[in-house]
T-cell receptor, first 114, second 112 residues
Framework: DGGITQSPKYLFRKEGQNVTLSCEQN?????MYWYRQDPGQGLRLIYY???????QKGDIAEGYSVSREKKESFPLTVTSAQKNPTAFYLC?????????????FGPGTRLTVL | GNSVTQMEGPVTLSEEAFLTINCTYT??????LFWYVQYPGEGLQLLLK?????DKGSNKGFEATYRKETTSFHLEKGSVQVSDSAVYFC???????????FGPGTRLSVLP
């Protein structure tokens, strides 16, 4: 089955630690995205990538970093510089070329800072 | 820039009631419009979409019509079920950029 997987589902971090959230897709999509969702709020874009080895900052990139070494993978690192990292993180992908198309989401990773 | 506005929730309905969740947008050109649904603890799932004016998207009893004259894409369902309880997000994507713009979401609770 084609889809997007995120791991782990739940992640706990101590203050001052960096953590990396995994996102893998086998949909052959060019574009991948990371969003942050806080309780009762909508989605805010952290980073996005339209092609391998290229990515751009979204609206709230400070304290986060990404890489896109392979088409199917787009890991997100939450660094110690992120002051309030506790949130639900969603990864998504979509085809890049052609008319605007659907964005497909992973199941999410809930990060809690202890 | 592009933006999406949704009615504030939470919306609480009894089973079999009629549902409307309002969505209006601001965008350049002719965006595609989407409704996504998020069940507790899960990612977002596409519910329906419409890619041009007057198109009607429909799925699982939900409908929304792309109204260019009122820049709206209201979500409707004639008879809601308890299993429809979720958060609903309206979103758009224009023909120029690659990013989606999401509304803040509307939480729906359906009581038996």
């Amino acid at each position: 089955d084609g889809g997007i997987t995120q791991s782990p589902k739940y992640l706990f971090r101590k203050e001052g630690q960096n953590v990396t959230l995994s996102c893998e897709q086998n949909l052959n999509h060019d574009a991948m995205y990371w969003y942050r969702q806080d309780p009762g709020q909508g989605l805010r874009l952290i980073y996005y990538s339209q092609i391998v080895n290229d990515f751009q900052k979204g609206d709230i990139a400070e304290g986060y970093s990404v890489s896109r070494e392979k088409k199917e993978s787009f890991p997100l690192t939450v660094t110690s510089a992120q002051k309030n990292p506790t949130a639900f993180y969603l990864c998504a992908s979509s085809p890049t070329w052609g008319p605007p198309d659907t964005q497909y989401f992973g199941p999410g990773t809930r990060l809690t800072v202890l | 820039g592009n933006s999406v506005t949704q009615m504030e929730g939470p919306v609480t309905l009894s089973e079999e009631a009629f549902l409307t969740i309002n969505c209006t947008y601001t965008a350049t050109g002719y965006p595609s419009l989407f409704w996504y649904v998020q069940y507790p603890g899960e990612g977002l799932q596409l519910l329906l979409k419409a890619t041009k004016a007057d198109d009607k998207g429909s799925n699982k009893g939900f409908e929304a019509t792309y109204r260019k004259e009122t820049t709206s894409f209201h979500l409707e369902k004639g008879s809601v079920q308890v299993s429809d309880s979720a958060v609903y997000f309206c979103a758009l994507k224009d023909n120029y950029g690659q990013n989606f713009v999401f509304g803040p979401g509307t939480r729906l609770s359906v009581l038996p």
